[in-house]
Structures are given as structure tokens and as C-alpha cells.
């Protein structure tokens, strides 16, 4: 048996029970604590009819190992969840090893400041990695995660309204993609490092985390990204000179598809569905969850499309809303054909708003 042999070696066996437990690689973090390549979270919002009595803490939870939606066996202010789970590796590990992990938590609201960030992009989100591997999540709720001196926790601002969040692990080369969206996004980081031996790979987070000067920042760039096992993401990334709706003027042409789009409707002046270029987007108006939770999208603070037509398969889950003034803005989304993230999302959408005004039943 040579496979047995192999692994009984003595010099394996000691290699292996040598090895350190942050060896353990960075990684996005199911509710067990184990790693994934991607996960996908709904926080459900205050107001939604179901099964069961809401808190706005429950949230549905999908990842590469249970690939449909299913309720979170925790509330999302619990460490146990996966939010909490893969931010653990950052409260929990950095200290011990602050020069050889970088990482960037930003958000346009920050916690426990007055600022609103305004001049920095509308995104949300945070990254951690060392020089083998790391996550990315991107999310829609303010005032989150804490910084890692607090711990984890979820602010009671976010209860109301419905959330998305997805994290994503790359493997280390991926990060200098990630890196030159950053120039693009320009996001309101909050807390910071990224140690010396980063400097070459990731220059404009560098600069982002010293609060230095950054080069010149491209209008639009779009990215193809690779996860740690394979699967293909295109990021979407606009700065604040691209002065249009990304949803109408760039993902939906990009992608050739028409998107119905999921996006907080209270900020400003909302867009209505549009139907002028080649491929058109709709505003959706009526969810319904697995289990019957069922809510408008008045209710939800999320941000995320998709196609239209099941043969085009396409998600995009990100930062901006439908709103006039989000046109200024910087922000992105991160877009996959993952068939079973394409299916969990689209199954949920029960009304939608045609260009002619009349609701569509789908
Ligand atoms: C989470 O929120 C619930 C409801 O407000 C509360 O009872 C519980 O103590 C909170 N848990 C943590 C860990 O903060
Ligand atoms: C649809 O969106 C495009 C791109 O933002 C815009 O130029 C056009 O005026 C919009 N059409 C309507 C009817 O609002
Ligand atoms: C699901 O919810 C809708 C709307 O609240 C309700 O009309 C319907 O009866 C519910 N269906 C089931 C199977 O509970």
C-alpha cells in the first residue's frame, strides 16, 4: 500500500505535527470553522413575513460545500457564524504575526466616526491575506466589521434592513489585481497594515493604508479574477470620474445580459428601470426566501443583480445603489456564472418593475 506508506513516513509525520497551528491557510470560514473557497450570506431584513419571528440578526447562508441557500445556524452578531468565523482569523491571529499579514477594512460609514466619507468610494468591505493565500469579502452593511483592538460584533444599525455579503479566498498572486482596483474604488479604509514585504505586490493598498498620494486613477477597469480553486470572477470597479449608473452604462453592456437589480432605494433620487441601451435593467420590487420569508425591497439595504434570462447565469453582488447621485461615487461589484449562486439568487426575485411601469409577476 504505497499511499499509507507514504503518509506513515516518520520524517512526514514529523513535518506535519512540527508544523504550527497558524499554519492553518487564510481563508474564508464557514459556520464550522471550516475553510471554503466561497461563501455567500443574505442578512434578512426586520420586516419580513416567514416561518418564524425575526430578529434581523437571521441570514441565509450558501457556500462551495452546501451550494443553496439554507438559515444560518447562528445570528450574524455571533462569532460562530461565518462572518464571525472568517474575521476570527483576523481578531484572533494578527497580533502574533504582524509582519507577515496585511490587511484593509474599509467602509463610507465608519464605525465610532464622524465622518461620512463622502469623498472616498461608496464600498464596503475587508481583506486579509499573508504571502500564500487570502479572502476578500465585500458586503453592504455600514458601520462593519469593528476594528480588530474591539473584536468581533455587529452594529445594531444593520438589524433593519437586509444585507449581502460574499468572501471569496484567492490564492497571493490575485491580490495585485485586487490591488489595482483599489486605485479605481478608492475605499475608506479604517484600519490597517500592510508590512513592508507587501510594498511590491500591493502598492496602491500601501498607499490607501498610509493615507499617501496615489497615482493617477483610470476612469473604469474591469478585472478577471481567479479564486483559490479556480473559479472565475470579474470585478467591476468605477472610480468617481466614470459619472453614470453602473448597473445601465456598464455591467449590464459588459456582460450582455439584462439585469434585474436589487439596490437600497431610499438614498436620493431613485432610478427607475431603464430599457434605452442594447441590454436592459429592471428594478426588482418583491423577494421571497426558501422557508417563505418574504420581504419588499424597500426593506432591503442589499446591493446585487442578476440575469434576467437563466441562460445567461451571471450574479454580481457589490457597493452602489440605483440612485442619480451614486454616479459620482467610486465602488464596484464582483460578477460570476456560478450556476448554483445564479439559481439562489434569481429564484428569489417574485416582482420586478417593467419600463413601462406596470409590475412584471415573473
Ligand atoms: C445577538 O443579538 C441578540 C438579540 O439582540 C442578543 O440577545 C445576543 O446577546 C447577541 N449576541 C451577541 C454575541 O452579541
Ligand atoms: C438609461 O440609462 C442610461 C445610462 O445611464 C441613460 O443615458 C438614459 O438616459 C437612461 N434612460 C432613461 C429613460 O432614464
Ligand atoms: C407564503 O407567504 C405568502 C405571503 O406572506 C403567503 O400568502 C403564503 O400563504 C405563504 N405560503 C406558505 C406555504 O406558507
Redesign the pocket.
Known amino acids: 500500500m504505497p499511499v499509507r506508506s507514504a503518509w506513515c513516513h516518520p520524517a512526514l509525520l514529523l513535518l506535519l505535527s512540527s508544523l504550527p497551528l497558524w499554519a492553518a491557510e487564510i481563508s474564508c470560514r464557514n459556520e464550522n470553522g471550516e475553510a471554503v473557497d466561497w461563501f455567500a450570506l443574505y442578512k434578512l431584513p426586520k420586516h419580513t413575513?416567514?416561518?418564524i419571528a425575526m430578529l434581523g440578526l437571521e441570514y441565509m447562508y450558501m457556500d462551495t460545500l452546501a451550494p443553496q441557500w439554507q438559515l444560518g445556524k447562528y445570528l450574524v452578531n455571533m462569532t460562530q457564524g461565518a462572518l464571525g468565523q472568517t474575521l476570527k482569523q483576523l481578531y484572533e491571529t494578527y497580533e502574533s504575526q504582524k509582519n507577515s499579514i496585511a490587511y484593509a477594512i474599509y467602509n463610507d460609514e465608519v464605525p465610532q466616526s464622524d465622518s461620512d466619507g463622502w469623498k472616498r468610494g461608496h464600498t464596503k468591505g475587508f481583506l486579509l491575506l499573508d504571502k500564500s493565500q487570502g479572502f476578500w469579502v465585500i458586503h453592504s452593511v455600514p458601520l462593519f466589521p469593528p476594528i480588530p483592538e474591539d473584536g468581533y460584533g455587529y452594529p445594531a444599525t444593520g438589524e433593519f434592513y437586509g444585507q449581502t455579503a460574499i468572501c471569496i479566498t484567492f490564492k497571493y498572486d490575485q491580490f495585485t489585481e485586487i490591488d489595482q482596483q483599489m486605485l479605481s474604488y478608492n475605499p475608506g479604509i479604517y484600519s490597517c497594515s500592510i508590512p513592508n514585504i507587501f510594498q511590491a505586490d500591493l502598492p496602491n493598498l500601501q498607499k490607501l493604508c498610509a493615507g499617501s498620494r496615489l497615482p493617477s486613477v483610470p476612469l473604469r477597469h474591469l478585472s478577471k479574477l481567479q479564486s483559490a480553486h479556480g473559479e472565475t470572477f470579474l470585478h467591476f470597479a468605477k472610480s468617481h470620474l466614470f459619472i453614470d449608473d453602473i448597473y445601465v452604462a456598464w455591467m449590464a453592456q459588459e456582460l450582455k445580459t439584462d439585469l434585474l437589480a436589487e439596490s437600497w432605494q431610499h438614498s436620493g433620487q431613485k432610478l427607475p428601470s431603464n430599457c434605452s441601451l442594447n441590454y436592459h435593467v429592471y428594478n426588482i420590487n418583491l423577494i421571497?426566501m426558501p422557508l417563505?420569508f418574504?420581504f419588499y425591497s424597500i426593506n432591503d439595504h442589499s446591493k446585487w443583480a442578476v440575469s434576467r434570462e437563466y441562460k445567461d447565469q451571471w450574479t454580481c453582488i457589490g457597493d452602489l445603489n440605483r440612485a442619480a447621485e451614486q454616479a459620482w461615487r467610486s465602488g464596484g461589484f464582483i460578477c460570476m456564472q456560478n450556476e448554483h449562486i445564479y439559481k439562489a439568487f434569481r429564484n428569489l426575485i417574485i416582482h420586478y418593475d417593467s419600463c413601462t411601469d406596470a409590475s412584471t409577476v415573473i
Do not use: A, L, V
Request: charged share 35%.
Open positions: 413575513t416567514g416561518e421571497r417563505n418574504t
